[in-house]
């Protein structure tokens, strides 16, 4: 379990299955559109459907940092439900949507109202009751409350109360609601999303309580180990058509020298359950997970802007449009940089390249105030760096006349016990036939979220600029196989 099935800024999994079909969401935060949605027959092997969240009239906005927090997806009756929190509209409760089809469309949202929090869930009992479970912020942290609920309107059904403070540990969050023969199953999620991060579950015979703690909590931990995975943690249960079941979680692989730098966010991580006593048990090394290709080119001459493109805060619409015969058209902003269109880094080295005319930049951003850029100016191409909010200009060369190929690149890091050992180095520079001229490049620990705080990772795409620009072609490519890199 070295391995994401779903790489790259893909936090808090939650899945459900219908008949021989499996179903997988993510958290988003501010990025639009929101929760992809995905679909795989084998639990390995994942393809993008589409978004939840897939239009200004579900969400119009989301603000860095904001947006949305840990979705559920469940399927009930015919249709597909996912809840989840804005937490922009965080006192409006939690958000539902439906769908009959995974791809969508998906409804308009409604709101649960009275149940203020995060982290929601969605299961129904024998009776065709809904019962919706929340991490609500008590007095001593947060806590595991409970009320059932109409999804259809968001109307609460009974009165919310406490269904189970966890363990002990810092923040219980991340519920899930499960039925297995006479039990229910309360997964939570605990000790906090970084080093400490932790599932434990608690068993009871009626949803009602009394809760028991499972004796070998945390079921699944890798706080104080060397495992190249850390963080593990917010995890989901699905029940195969075998009988067999599974569970997908979050996990971060942080790489050079101590405390260790996870750029790429909190990707989806897979492993087995086998049952014990009718408690669950973890089978970290059950699926073989084989690197992810995440390379490709685009040309921007298909029907509609590929899904894998999205933007902070804003919808891609209001700034990127696809030109006729071929390639994207950039409006010019007036805050240059105010558009990103961006794709999630995936992978541990990467290359990126995107050839334009006019003027924008190619953007490798972490959150508002971390980040790096190769700039195309009218006649100069400057490679700028903000870290915590400084602008830090790193190098400058003339513009060639006419397109022009910006590239940044993610390279390994020194490596070894090398003291400054950061996880990557980052180089800006352009393309000029088959070669690569860097312009500048720092330590990549400037853009992780060790150094920045948050819950994003890296997106990188391309940005607008003071006046329009059209983009020809975009590459991401894998230079080096996925895996730690040698001496990491």
Request: hydrophobic share 40%; glycine share 12%.
């Amino acid at each position: 379990m070295s391995l994401p099935i779903v790489p790259g800024f893909h936090p808090d999994p939650s899945i459900c299955r219908v008949g021989d079909d499996f179903y997988l969401v993510n958290s988003t935060f501010e990025y639009l559109p929101g929760v992809p949605v995905r679909h795989s027959r084998d639990l390995v092997d994942w393809r993008l459907l589409g978004h939840a969240i897939e239009r200004p009239s579900q969400m119009q906005r989301a603000d860095t940092g904001g947006g949305i927090f840990a979705p559920t997806i469940r399927h009930h009756d015919g249709r597909f439900w996912m809840i989840t929190t804005d937490i922009d509209r965080v006192d409006d409760g939690h958000l539902i949507v439906w769908a009959e089809d995974a791809a969508g469309p998906w409804s308009e949202p409604v709101f649960a109202a009275g149940a203020v929090g995060i982290d929601p869930d969605l299961a129904w009992d024998d009776d065709g009751d809904c019962h919706l479970t929340w991490a609500r912020f008590g007095e001593a942290g947060t806590e595991i409350a409970h009320a059932r609920v109409d999804p259809a309107s968001g109307e609460l059904l009974s009165e919310p109360r406490l269904l189970w403070q966890g363990t002990g540990l810092a923040a219980t969050e991340g519920p899930h609601l499960y039925r297995r023969g006479d039990w229910w199953y309360l997964l939570v999620a605990e000790g906090g999303t970084e080093r400490g991060h932790a599932v434990s579950i608690a068993r009871s015979r009626s949803i009602e309580g009394v809760w028991e703690s499972c004796p070998a909590n945390p079921i699944l931990s890798h706080r104080s180990t060397v495992h190249p995975v850390q963080n593990t943690g917010h995890a989901d249960l699905v029940e195969l058509a075998s009988g067999e079941w599974a569970m997908v979680h979050l996990g971060v692989r942080p790489r050079g020298m101590t405390p260790g730098f996870h750029v790429n966010g909190r990707e989806t991580f897979l492993t087995g359950i086998d049952w014990v006593d009718d408690w669950p048990v973890v089978v970290e090394d059950r699926y073989v997970v084989p690197p992810v290709d995440t390379a490709f080119t685009d040309r921007f001459d298909a029907p509609a802007l590929d899904l894998r493109w999205v933007s902070p805060g804003r919808w891609p619409a209001g700034f990127a449009a696809l030109a006729p015969g071929g390639g994207l058209d950039l409006a010019a902003t007036d805050d240059a940089g105010a558009g990103l269109l961006a794709v999630r880094a995936s992978d541990e080295a990467w290359e990126f390249d995107a050839e334009l005319e006019g003027e924008a930049a190619v953007v490798v951003r972490l959150d508002d105030d971390h980040g790096v850029r190769i700039v195309a100016g009218s006649t100069s191409l400057v490679a700028v760096a903000l870290i915590g909010g400084i602008r830090i200009e790193l190098g400058e060369r003339a513009r060639p006349e006419g397109a022009v190929t910006l590239s940044v690149r993610a390279r390994p890091g020194a490596g070894g016990l090398h003291p400054r050992g950061g996880p990557d180095v980052l180089a800006l520079g352009v393309v000029e036939g088959e070669d690569f001229e860097e312009i500048a490049a720092i330590d990549g620990r400037y853009t992780a979220t060790e150094v920045a705080g948050g819950f994003t990772g890296r997106v990188v795409g391309i940005a607008t600029g003071a006046v329009p620009a059209h983009v020809a072609r975009v590459d991401y490519r894998v230079p080096l196989r996925r895996g730690h890199y040698p001496g990491v």
